[in-house]
């Protein structure tokens, strides 16, 4: 039966993978972590601080986020799984808080520890939140795009989603600080590109062909921010202030070209760091802050090379 | 009645044809459950196959959405953001507007019949090629669920009841021991009433009888285009249906959610042995095939299987599911 070797062939595909998970170690503690994303580079920063800690504390972690931020359903799936795996603790960054609630409270029942990363989930039920203060680090990204535009003009934005925390938060930080305390800026346009650069690099465009006197841009996220960059290339606007969003080998190459002139950086390492440390000490039952500031800086190309940014930007 | 030639032709076809596969891919199913259930503990306990059902669910009613489409010789690209929309316009009904919660069931089955009915009618009375006129629809609901619904998620909270139509279980408060949420409940009586259909009605005859010979449908006096529209009518009436399992599954319609679902929902059906080419398939092989997906990817999840490696091995057993019926039909025929 040819036809039914073939498929045993790819089940024993399939089994080889599987086995290469099968053989860790099945005393140490198990943590999963269930990210909002995967493929971009700051979510391999902050899985790569949670493995930092994993090594650090002798634990098993795994990382898992959906494709997009819009599959909530896909995330549900994922943190499903994670709990039928009975792990000691379990980490969340949550697409949306109220779709994950039934499962969290069964985490609950089950005495399984939830600290939420990166963005918080509208519940008590995480006994501790790791994350980046969004608003104020707009906010900071704001007042440096005040002071380099000399204090008036027009300035627009380009946002990964209107959807998400992060995306909201980082939008209303800039806006709301541009209203209070830099009153002669104008925000002439908001658009959304999904933090896609491609996407965004159009939409940028467009802002620029559509205002032409504008002064700065600010992308909300590292694919916004490329976005940005790369229209100022194309249509030759040198004098455009950008200011970005995480980091990345394009936009730290971006502002040590000069076509940036500075980015926001969240600790994505740190992040992956606290999560796991908080996890474990939970899981042991020990007491966990409730909430870990895991903090912000703002970089440009005479403070790229400090250690401590240099220890928290990622390629 | 008047069946054709050319119809009934089709579906002796079919029966000779469909069965082989349907066996291949339960067998396969059946060998993913044993070998998961030997590498974890994890793996086979009622928690975690209640789990898998329900993230089977919303998918397996898009494929049965697909599988009507694709057996006339067809393609839905839009099903994914169509459930979406469905979902949107369940929030603004019940959410927006207060209204009592038939009316949201009622205006998002509604909707979704009325989308499919544009589809269908683009594709047979405009004859423009389905590809491109689902392309295009798929693209005109992402962007009206973002603008309908004011790009941010609707919330059920002032419908208690809605999250019960997916996650509340009809069959666990008869029988305690066996929660089976109602979402997957509604996947399997959908399955059986659209087996019904394509096997005993004449919608269900000429489904095939399109995606077999179209020419030879129209040849004979059929009213060949209205057929197809009422096809991708009833595709897009469960898409609705999809869209209230996604919503209230997720206490929220969630406007940017759907785009590459439709993806998932054709993938289900090839694997389940529906003919990309048209004229045969079955929804029997579609839930197998829905179900080989989740099971797979909750399988590999429970053994901490890398993510970068789970969508390859899915990707795998896509190519190998259906080269392994092409085989089997080149040997037969």
């Known amino acids: 039966m040819l036809n039914r070797r073939h498929m045993l062939g790819a089940i024993s595909a399939v089994a080889l993978m599987a086995s290469a998970g099968i053989g860790a170690a099945q005393d140490k503690l198990y943590i999963p972590l269930i990210s909002k994303g995967f493929q971009h580079q700051f979510w391999q920063a902050v899985k790569a601080g949670a493995d930092k800690a994993a090594a650090e504390l002798g634990v098993e972690v795994t990382f898992e986020g959906p494709d997009t931020e819009a599959q909530v359903d896909r995330q549900i799936d994922m943190l499903a799984a994670a709990l039928a795996k009975k792990p000691a603790a379990i980490g969340f960054a949550a697409l949306d808080s109220q779709a994950a609630i039934p499962l969290l409270k069964q985490a609950q029942e089950a005495g399984i520890p939830v600290i939420a990363f990166d963005s918080g989930v509208d519940s008590d039920i995480p006994v501790a939140t790791a994350a980046t203060d969004n608003l104020a680090a707009a906010a900071l990204a704001a007042d440096k795009m005040a002071e380099m535009i000399g204090g008036s003009g027009k300035v627009a934005l380009v946002v990964h989603d209107q959807t998400s925390r992060t995306g909201i938060d980082r939008r209303d ?30 939409i940028a465009k467009a802002i620029l062909t ?10 909300a996220n590292e694919g916004s921010a490329i976005g940005v960059v790369n229209a100022k290339k194309e249509l030759g606007k040198t004098d455009l202030v950008v200011i970005g969003y ?35 000490a939970a899981a042991k039952g020990e007491a966990v802050s409730k909430s870990i500031d895991t903090g912000f800086f703002y970089y440009d190309k005479s403070t790229i090379d400090a250690p401590e940014i240099a220890a928290v930007l990622y390629d | 009645m008047t069946a054709t030639p050319a119809a009934t032709g089709a579906l002796s076809r079919l029966k000779a044809s469909g069965a082989h596969q349907k066996i291949l891919a339960f067998a396969s199913l059946i060998v993913l459950l044993v070998f998961f259930s030997l590498a974890s503990p994890n793996f086979l306990q009622t928690s975690n196959i209640l789990a898998i059902l329900q993230a089977t669910s919303v998918n397996g009613v898009l494929a049965i959405a697909a599988t009507l489409v694709i057996i006339t010789g067809g393609i839905d690209l839009s099903v994914g953001t169509l459930m979406t929309f469905c979902a949107v316009i369940a929030g603004v009904v019940l959410t927006f507007w207060g209204m009592a919660l038939p009316f949201g069931i009622i205006a998002a089955i509604a909707a979704g019949t009325f989308c499919g009915f544009i589809s269908g009618s683009l594709i047979a009375r405009m004859k423009i090629p389905p590809f491109i006129a689902t392309l295009g629809m798929m693209l005109i609901l992402k962007g009206l669920s973002l603008v309908i619904s004011g790009t941010k ?39 059986l009433v659209i087996s019904w259909v394509l096997s005993r009605t004449t919608l269900g005859r000429y489904c095939f009888a399109l995606g077999s010979n179209e020419e030879a449908v129209r040849l004979s006096g059929v009213n060949a285009d209205a057929w197809k529209v009422a096809i991708y009518a009833l595709a897009g009436g469960i898409c609705g249906i999809a869209g209230l399992l996604i919503a209230s599954r997720l206490n929220s319609a969630q406007p940017a959610l759907g785009l590459g679902y439709e993806l998932d929902a054709i993938a289900a059906v090839v694997i389940g042995g529906t ?29 901490s299987v890398a993510q970068e490696w789970q969508t390859v091995v899915t990707g795998l057993i896509i190519i190998a599911a ?8 080149r040997r037969a025929g």
Do not use: C
Not at chain 1, 175 to 199: C, F, S, T, W
Not at chain 1, 248 to 273: C, L
Not at chain 2, 322 to 329: C, E, I, P, S
């Open chain 1, 210 to 219: 559509a205002h032409s006197d504008l002064k700065g841009m600010f992308g």
């Open chain 1, 173 to 202: 930080g800039f806006v709301n600080r541009m209203k209070e305390a830099h009153p002669e800026v104008e925000i002439v346009d908001i658009q959304y590109g999904a933090g896609d650069q491609l996407q965004s690099t159009e």
């Open chain 2, 275 to 303: 003919s990309l080419a048209g004229g045969r398939g079955s929804i029997l092989g579609t839930i197998i095939g829905a179900l080989i997906m989740s099971v797979l990817l909750n399988g590999l999840r429970i053994l």
């Open chain 1, 246 to 280: 995480d980091s990345g080998a394009a936009q730290k190459a971006a502002i040590m070209d000069g076509t940036m002139a500075g980015a926001i950086t969240q600790n994505p390492v740190g992040i992956g760091y606290e999560t796991v440390k908080a996890a474990v």
């Open chain 2, 153 to 191: 998620p609707i919330y059920f909270n002032d419908t208690p009841s809605f999250p019960l139509i997916s996650t509340g279980s009809l069959i666990g408060s008869f029988i305690p021991a066996l929660p089976v949420p109602n979402g997957v409940l509604i996947l399997f009586v959908l399955a």
């Open chain 2, 322 to 329: 259906v080269y392994a019926d092409m085989l089997r039909r």
